[in-house]
């Protein structure tokens, strides 16, 4: 039975909306790393603070947790049993990033820190674009160190439907 499951992948792959579902589904508290990292008006709180929230959350018996957030990958591969990675094309990716913004421009998104409202912001368009390039070998690297993990690896949104079914029948038992 998978219990604790990452959900992982580049912004606009829809990680959250994905993980909220799931954790519809599952019925497993569901933590958001944006939650934990981002304070009212964009500010962040410090590495050691996150660090710590972090902690508290990987220390509980069940979870699903979406987030990227590369320099604690390890350290949550290392505590969860099951990895849903939204391995998108990037075209797919930006699409949503822009997708989203205009649902949500100017109010904050369920999965995301108080008074941190929705925005466009083009380096941040740039970065959605070049996250392949740059961290896919890294993220297929941590994977290949976390063998206890089932990883799903989806390379389109419909697959999910078969992604859930499979994570549900073994939640149920």
């Given at each position: 039975m998978h219990h604790k499951i990452l959900v992982i992948g580049c912004s606009g792959s829809g990680k959250s909306t994905y993980a909220r579902a799931l954790a519809e589904c599952t019925k497993l508290p569901l933590v958001h790393l944006d939650r934990l990292y981002w304070r009212p008006g964009?500010?962040?709180?410090?590495?050691?603070?996150?660090?710590?929230l972090l902690?508290?959350?990987?220390?509980?018996?069940?979870?699903?947790?979406?987030?990227?957030?590369?320099?604690?990958?390890?350290?949550?591969?290392?505590?969860?049993d099951a990895v849903v990675w939204l391995n998108l094309p990037r075209?797919?990716?930006?699409?949503?990033?822009l997708?989203?913004?205009?649902?949500?421009?100017?109010?904050?998104?369920?999965?995301?820190?108080?008074n941190c409202p929705e925005r466009l912001d083009f380096s941040f368009l740039r970065w959605v674009w070049n996250y392949n390039s740059m961290h896919r070998a890294r993220i297929q690297e941590a994977l290949a160190h976390a063998p206890h993990a089932t990883v799903f690896m989806v390379r389109k949104r419909?697959?999910?439907?078969?992604?859930?079914?499979?994570?549900t029948k073994k939640c149920e038992g």
């Open positions: 964009w500010t962040h709180v410090s590495r050691e603070e996150f660090d710590a902690a508290a959350e990987l220390a509980k018996p069940a979870w699903i947790m979406d987030g990227n957030y590369d320099r604690t990958l390890v350290a949550r591969l290392e505590r969860c075209i797919v990716c930006v699409l949503g990033v997708r989203r913004v205009a649902l949500f421009r100017g109010r904050v998104r369920p999965d995301m820190g108080d419909r697959e999910l439907s078969r992604v859930t079914r499979e994570l």
